[in-house]
């Protein structure tokens, strides 16, 4: 009763001893298909944790070189160092009894009893239960592990990009402003040339007007920077009248 109630089957990837008797090619041909079929399964299986689980990275050029991270745990299982123990009955199974909704509301006691009664009764070797458990925690730790050293060195990859590019840029806009300043540097030349134009042009104006106010008869015309020539052809003009 206790194995329906918490659904206590065997691990997905776990054989049963074969039996003294020599089987059959069928059953041996129906044996390897039930394998089979179990592996490929194994991947979409997963223990109902509270905790989000991992998806794949969407492609892209720009994530570190080798970096994959595993669609389930199941691949991080299959693929650690040490892979965990194949009995029976394994820690994922106790997971999910853990997480039953069966066990929703129990104190912490009731609910240990409940699974020792369990497991008790489905022959659970609790040693192995224990190894099957540091097991996965050990691939799990690796598996952060090389993912976070895969991290750092794109991180170191991609800072010394970023160095050459702000070194480029640097170059670049040294070259801009410098070409900025000249800019700057030409307009106030013009300008500096256009003043001292204008002090030549009055003193110009200024002699002529000057020189023609001696063309005028009947008096001078007392000139000044204002009046300049506007003022003798007034003058002019007034002795001709």
């Known amino acids: 009763m206790l194995k329906r109630l918490f659904g206590l089957s065997p691990e997905p990837?776990?054989?049963?001893?074969?039996?003294?008797?020599?089987?059959?090619?069928?059953?041996?041909?129906?044996?390897?298909?039930?394998?089979?079929?179990?592996?490929?399964?194994?991947?979409?299986?997963?223990?109902?944790l509270p905790s989000p689980q991992l998806r794949v990275v969407a492609d892209g050029a720009d994530r570190p070189a080798g970096?994959?991270?595993?669609?389930?745990?199941?691949?991080?299982?299959?693929?650690?160092?040490?892979?965990?123990?194949?009995?029976?009955?394994?820690?994922?199974?106790v997971v999910d009894m853990v997480y039953s909704p069966h066990l929703n509301g129990m104190t912490p006691e009731l609910k240990r009893g409940a699974l020792m009664m369990a497991l008790e009764a489905a022959g659970a070797d609790f040693e192995n239960l224990l190894q099957d458990a540091v097991a996965r925690q050990r691939a799990l730790n690796d598996c952060e592990g090389q993912l976070q050293d895969k991290l750092k060195q794109f991180e170191a990859a991609k800072e010394e990009e970023n160095r050459q590019h702000q070194a480029e840029l640097d170059r670049i806009t040294s070259q801009y402003q410098a070409r900025i300043k000249a800019n700057l540097d030409e307009v106030a030349r013009c300008q500096e040339n256009f003043r001292t134009w204008q002090k030549r042009k009055q003193q110009e104006s200024h002699r002529i007007s000057e020189a023609a106010a001696?063309?005028?008869?009947?008096?001078?015309?007392?000139?000044?920077?204002?009046?300049?020539?506007?003022?003798?052809?007034?003058r002019a003009s007034a002795a001709h009248r």
């Open 13 to 48: 990837n776990y054989l049963p001893p074969a039996s003294g008797t020599r089987s059959s090619p069928q059953a041996g041909a129906r044996q390897t298909n039930s394998a089979r079929e179990s592996t490929a399964n194994t991947a979409a299986e997963q223990p109902r």
């Open 67 to 93: 970096w994959n991270l595993p669609a389930t745990f199941q691949q991080v299982y299959e693929s650690a160092a040490v892979k965990p123990l194949k009995t029976a009955v394994g820690i994922l199974k």
């Open 214 to 234: 001696f063309c005028v008869p009947q008096g001078n015309v007392m000139l000044n920077d204002s009046s300049g020539l506007t003022a003798v052809l007034e």
